[in-house]
């Protein structure tokens, strides 16, 4: 399985990005599909995740009621949909994939994309 970020760039406070994670091989509905971030001088952090079968999402707090997370099964593609956008989003976004459930944790992790950069200015 690879993964491939795309759709970061930059915005102002308040802006909105989406982010998009194609996916190229079998991903099984027991999967779930993660996206972090890792601003700069930062422990990588986790954002949210979805389980692919069922939808179910998982948010960190600090996203909670701004960013969403989709999938599109026919397009095998996993989406961040970032709301109202503040300078402490400001990072390099990856996604990756799990096998062990909903989970935060990134060595739970075991195939992980190319980041997109997101930056967000006042």
């Known amino acids: 399985v690879q993964l491939q970020a795309s759709g970061g760039g930059s915005v102002q406070d308040g802006g909105s990005l989406r982010l998009s994670c194609a996916v190229s091989?079998?991903?099984?509905?027991?999967?779930?599909m993660g996206w972090f971030r890792r601003a700069p001088g930062k422990e990588r952090e986790f954002v949210g995740a979805?389980?692919?079968?069922?939808?179910?999402?998982y948010y960190a707090n600090s996203v909670k009621g701004r960013f969403t997370i989709s999938r599109d099964k026919a397009e095998n593609t996993v989406y961040l949909q970032m709301n109202n956008l503040k300078s402490d989003d400001t990072a390099v976004y990856y996604c990756?994939?799990?096998?062990?459930?909903?989970?935060?944790?990134?060595?739970?992790?075991?195939?992980w994309g190319r980041g997109t950069q997101v930056t967000v200015s006042s």
């Open positions: 990756a994939r799990a096998t062990m459930g909903l989970t935060n944790t990134p060595s739970d992790y075991d195939n």
């Open positions: 091989g079998r991903i099984f509905s027991s999967h779930v």
């Open positions: 979805i389980r692919w079968g069922t939808g179910s999402t």
